[in-house]
């Protein structure tokens, strides 16, 4: 029955809880223990039943238990603690300030921040993302990059960056996990409950709805705005399940990565072109615009169209300002993992803007093409995001070197490692993931700000003066109560699927709270290689029961494992079946656990409780991997393949390498070698270790590695190290790049169109006439060689180019490698010839061997964010 009026009833709160209101509806909460114990306080059963969501149990709890609380003089004095703790939070000093500009107001809210310099510019960073992971009440999120996103949010807040983030609100969100009595993974798709989550529901001064419309093929679809208030940092998402859509787009936001092709598309034209649409209407402008992934990358094309119709700039001087202020991280290693979109539904769903830029169909396609004379080539994201950034990361320095080489065709004249992708390695929200207790001992210890201080503070060293009892005994705290939790939720998800009182009754003694316990939990992707230890089965049965080969007494192990596969993903759902049916072996099922329905609750557990963090990804396809992260800053040594994060780690004193980084070309002949020794680590190294205690069983050298872990490993892979890297490293340029490219009457960007013209249609007029070198083929270390060039520069002048030796050892190919350039100086035309630029440069090998030398020019202009935009070279 379809209601006549609809009503949104709120919670009833006495006057003096009306703080709780304020408190649940800021996600501060959900780093800061104290507002937790709160919510606890409040209704421990009702805590757990609700998610961990202090709004659903703010609207549910019973107004008896709310009148009882409100003459509770404890109670009301830890509220109080925790809103004043709140609000001195909000109004600290921040790092931003201190950084960038006094001036500059944290957009809380609906705080405007415009883009004109002659009103005392302030900036304003857009971070786009598809999933954001925050908390486990708001589940619009499927794994890593969701939770990265999230934490990303999280210390911008924490650092004061004026940044907001732009996303989707999806009404089923990711599904929930359960298995059925095979084992195999089964998909729930909860229904999201808005008005019960920590959301606001944006509105004109009048009450109405704040609505944007986004244009698609015969129709317009439109979308509402929900705030998500992260500190002091505000999250936007749109919402399409409304009236007036049909059905399908009403559809539009169901689903995180749901559905097919041309839902795929009309998602990340609603995230992109929506996005941009939703800022503006609600007074934003920002200055930088960052694309998490490439899912959110038709929002340059958006721009463009807004310049053009509003500024009546041209195509070329509208991309010029786009690209300045917009900055692309790619967390894909493999080009499987990039949205492609055929050709024809580009066009069918964005040809407008091609005829709105004033491209042919091909010239448009080109944008999403890596090698543009490819007709046949289907439209990349990944691409179309990389030619409009000026600022291009991967997530790990591994990573950057392998998305140098994977989109090195885009920069063919380079040379591999000159390919403009630079790395800004991933980190985890320290207060986020670190659990009470061990805040507790850390902020004891080393004082409140260890979650932002950096490496160089010399807090660190006071890790080593925790004592080791105290350290130990509130770990196996936390481990006791990972094995309780595990335990619980074993027989809830029995109870779930009717498993019989047999089954129910095995889950009371499964795992010991005092046996080495071994994590594994992340997404079943079949490169993850989830069940690598279970490739000898009978010895890694050996190795749990304590009877491993090389073992001198009983020291048994176990295994907790969590993850999610794909929907779609059959051979990932496979792997969860092999592992569930491997905790049946009669001989180890205490042993071993499958948790199901993965999640941010979960992984807080297990990164707090376990004792080693496995991962065993296929070398080089994990771009950073960020659980073991989190391990790691509980004090859990890793044990992975070098891989991502762990291959730029202290891997020795940290925790345990698998394999030296090699890379294999036969992957069954990898799984066995890295099997084995996974097996040999286990046995040799990682059980005596964990298992070698004193009078007082308290093992001192396993404590020096997890105090190591936290020293070396908490202040290098956190989000604050991160974030701060972002904004010094692109959100500070590239706002500044904005203000430049704008100032004027948008002057220096439609200077910056002409040139780039000018720059294409001479460029291969150039010639290099000849080069000269002051010294013959045998020179000494540390001699001087004058180098001087003669180039016919035709219609370009000596201010639009860059010349540049390119000086380094000569490999076995007979290349230059890992050349090194230097910059020529412009001395004149040639008195002989006038039309022949002259450049000299003296320079000197530090090193002798077989070494090298050539000459290239690179393009050259003020407002240039780097002279390999353009994507033009010429070698001698």
């Given amino acids: 029955m379809k209601p006549i009026r609809t009503f949104n009833v709120t919670p009833a709160l006495p006057p003096l809880l009306e703080p709780l209101r304020r408190i649940a509806y ?75 500009s006094p001036k500059s107001p944290t957009p809380n809210g609906k705080t405007p921040a415009g883009i004109a310099p002659e009103t005392g510019l302030t900036d304003c960073y857009a971070y786009f993302s598809a999933e954001f992971g925050l908390t486990s009440c708001l589940p619009i999120y499927s794994g890593g990059l969701g939770v990265l996103a999230g934490d990303h949010l999280k210390s911008a807040s924490d650092l004061g960056l004026p940044l907001v983030g732009v996303g989707l609100l999806y009404q089923e969100g990711y599904f929930a996990q359960y298995l059925n009595a095979d084992g195999w993974q089964q998909e729930r798709y909860p229904i999201n409950d808005f008005y019960n989550m920590p959301l606001h529901l944006e509105r004109h001064p009048d009450g109405s709805e704040i609505r944007i419309e986004v244009d698609y093929p015969g129709r317009k679809v439109y979308a509402r705005i929900w705030r998500v208030q992260v500190g002091t940092v505000p999250l936007y998402l749109l919402d399409t399940n409304i009236e007036p859509n049909n059905q399908y787009d009403q559809d539009i936001t169901d689903e995180l990565y749901g559905g097919d092709i041309d839902l795929r598309i009309h998602q990340e034209i609603m995230l ?61 290693p493999v080009p499987a993992g990039i949205d492609l979109f055929p050709s024809d539904k580009i066009i069918y769903y964005l040809g407008h803007y091609a005829e709105k830029f004033g491209l042919a169909r091909e010239q448009f396609l080109s944008l999403g093409r890596e090698n543009p004379g490819d007709l046949a080539a289907p439209f990349s994201m990944a691409i179309l995001a ?134 594994f939990a992340r997404r079943f992707a079949t490169y993850k290689r989830a069940t690598l230890f279970m490739r000898d089965v009978e010895r890694i049965k050996r190795i749990m029961l304590g009877l491993g080969d090389r073992f001198k007494s009983n020291h048994p192990v176990q295994f907790i494992i969590a993850g999610k596969a794909h929907p779609k993903d059959n051979p990932g759902k496979e792997l969860i079946r092999e592992i569930v049916h491997f905790t049946r072996d009669p001989d180890i099922r205490h042993h071993i656990v499958f948790i199901p329905n993965y999640d941010i609750h979960v992984s807080r557990m297990m990164v707090a409780g376990c004792d080693i963090w496995l991962n065993t990804p296929r070398r080089p396809r994990e771009a950073s991997g960020t659980s073991g992260m989190k ?84 202040p290098m892979f956190n989000t604050a190290r991160m974030v701060a890297e972002y904004a010094e490293r692109a959100y500070f340029p590239a706002s500044d790049r904005a203000r430049a490219m704008i100032s004027n009457d948008y002057a220096p960007a439609k200077d910056l169109a002409r040139w780039h013209h000018h720059l294409f249609e001479h460029w291969y007029d150039m010639k290099i006439d000849r080069v000269d070198v002051s010294s013959d083929g045998n020179v000494q270390v540390e001699q001087e060689i004058l180098v001087t060039a003669y180039i016919r520069l035709g219609k370009l002048t000596p201010d639009d180019i860059q010349v540049e030796l390119y000086q380094g050892a000569i490999d076995e190919h007979g290349e230059i490698a890992n050349g090194q350039p230097v910059v020529m100086e412009y001395v004149g035309a040639d008195s002989d010839n006038p039309a022949m630029s002259v450049y000299q440069r003296a320079i000197a090998y530090r090193n002798s061997g077989f070494q090298g030398l050539s000459l290239r020019i690179l393009p050259k202009h003020e407002n240039l964010s780097s002279p390999y935009q353009p994507g033009l070279v010429l070698w001698a």
């Fill in 631 to 714: 391990a790691a800053m509980n004090g859990l040594p890793n044990l992975s393949v070098l891989d991502g994060w762990w291959d730029e780690a202290d891997y020795v004193r940290t925790g345990w390498a698998i394999g030296h980084g090699e890379d294999y070309d036969d992957p069954e002949e990898q799984d066995e070698v890295e099997a084995n020794d996974l097996y040999d680590l286990l046995e040799e190294e990682i059980v005596p270790l964990f298992y070698d205690r004193d009078e007082n069983d308290i093992p001192h050298g396993w404590i020096a590695k997890m105090k190591d872990a936290i020293r070396l490993n908490l």
């Fill in 386 to 519: 990389l030619k409009m950034a000026s600022f291009v990361n991967g997530v790990s320095k591994l990573h950057g070197a392998v998305s140098r080489s994977m989109f090195a065709t885009l920069w063919s004249a380079l040379p591999l490692a000159e390919v403009p992708i630079t790395s800004i390695t991933n980190g985890v929200h320290a207060r986020s993931c670190v659990a009470k207790s061990t805040q507790d001992l850390y902020d004891r210890y080393l004082g409140p700000a260890w979650n932002m201080a950096p490496a160089s503070d010399p807090l660190w060293e006071r890790v080593s003066s925790i004592p080791d009892e105290e350290f130990w005994r509130n770990h196996e705290r936390c481990r006791s109560e990972l094995v309780l939790f595990v335990r619980e939720r074993l027989q809830q998800s029995l109870r779930d699927r009717g498993g019989s009182l047999i089954e129910l009754s095995q889950t009371q003694d499964v795992l010991d709270p005092k046996v080495l316990t071994i994590g």
């Fill in 272 to 332: 992109g072109i929506g996005g941009v649409r939703m800022l503006r209407a609600l007074g934003l402008n920002p200055t930088v615009y960052h694309m998490n992934e490439g899912h959110s990358a038709f929002l340059a094309l958006e721009r463009i169209r807004l310049m053009i119709e509003e500024a009546g700039l041209t195509y070329e001087e509208a991309a010029q300002v786009a690209l300045a202020s917009q900055v692309f991280t790619t967390h894909t």
């Fill in 26 to 100: 800021n996600l501060h909460w959900d780093w800061d223990y104290e507002a937790i114990d709160l919510f606890r306080r409040l209704d421990r059963d009702l805590w757990e039943t609700s998610k961990h969501n202090p709004v659903l149990m703010l609207g549910t709890i019973s107004q008896a238990r709310l009148r009882e609380v409100a003459e509770d003089d404890g109670f009301l004095a830890q509220m109080e603690r925790v809103e004043r703790q709140l609000d001195d939070y909000l109004r600290q000093p921040s790092w931003f300030r201190k950084r960038r």
